[in-house]
């Protein structure tokens, strides 16, 4: 059963650089999209992005001037980088599996979410 | 940018039938899924490619898409199934959620 967990400091200052890794165990993060999800205190859920294990990303247009993600498949990890990072980016971030079968895409599973707070 | 609307909130009584709908432009064009998330847990797809559902996830959870509309429909609730419930789409190979409803059951 493939799990997802996610990893990274929980505290990020303003202006700085939130980073965080998933990392994919019980599968091979091969052959599938992987996703970063967010959802700040109280409020719905907002796809940040997605990179499949080649490296090709797609990111949410609102966000896509400060995100990169990556990939690693030799450690089956995956990475987001968000800049720049205001009050706004204060939020629980998840990362999930991309599936996709006869053009459906669906999130399945997901990490157990990552409370990251953006304060001084 | 394309949008997903759900009604904030629905309460059903324990044993009936809640519908839970998602909104959007040729809605019905797309594939949709739902998402469960209880408080303190990750998300949990209950349904995908509008009408199915993954191993695990019991038969009282049903979809349907068509025209502008997707709905999520749960018969025989239980008091477990209260959650918060997200419908999801892509658009221009940009997954968009709902806003998400809340469901009661009371």
């Known amino acids: 059963q493939v799990q997802l967990q996610e990893s990274g400091p929980g505290l990020v200052k303003p202006s700085e650089t939130l980073s965080l890794t998933c990392t994919v165990s019980?599968?091979?993060?091969?052959?599938?999209?992987w996703s970063w999800i967010r959802q700040p205190a109280g409020k719905g859920l907002e796809w940040i992005g997605r990179?499949?294990?080649?490296?090709?990303?797609n990111y949410n247009p609102s966000l896509k001037s400060r995100v990169t993600m990556s990939v690693d498949t030799s450690k089956n990890q995956f990475s987001l980088k968000l800049s720049s990072v205001t009050a706004a980016d204060t939020a629980v971030y998840y990362c999930?599996?991309?599936?996709?079968?006869?053009?459906?895409?669906?999130?399945?599973?997901w990490g157990q979410g990552s409370l990251v707070t953006v304060s001084s | 940018s394309y949008e997903l609307t759900q009604p904030p909130s629905v309460s059903v009584s324990p044993g009936q039938t809640a519908s839970i709908t998602c909104s959007g432009d040729?809605?019905?064009?797309?594939?949709v899924c739902w998402y469960q998330h209880k408080p303190g847990q990750s998300p949990v797809l209950v349904i995908y490619?509008?009408?199915k559902r993954p191993s695990g996830i019991p038969e009282r959870f049903s979809g349907s898409n068509s025209g502008n509309t997707a709905t999520l429909t749960i018969s025989g609730t239980q008091a477990m199934d209260e959650a918060d419930y997200y419908c999801?789409?892509?658009?221009?190979?940009?997954?968009?959620f709902g806003g998400g409803t809340k469901l009661t059951v009371l």
């Open positions: 999930a599996r991309g599936q996709a079968a006869g053009g459906a895409n669906w999130f399945d599973p």
């Open positions: 019980g599968g091979s993060i091969r052959s599938y999209s």
């Open positions: 990179i499949s294990s080649s490296g090709s990303t």
């Open positions: 040729k809605l019905g064009n797309k594939y």
């Open positions: 490619e509008d009408t």
């Open positions: 999801q789409a892509w658009d221009s190979s940009t997954a968009v």
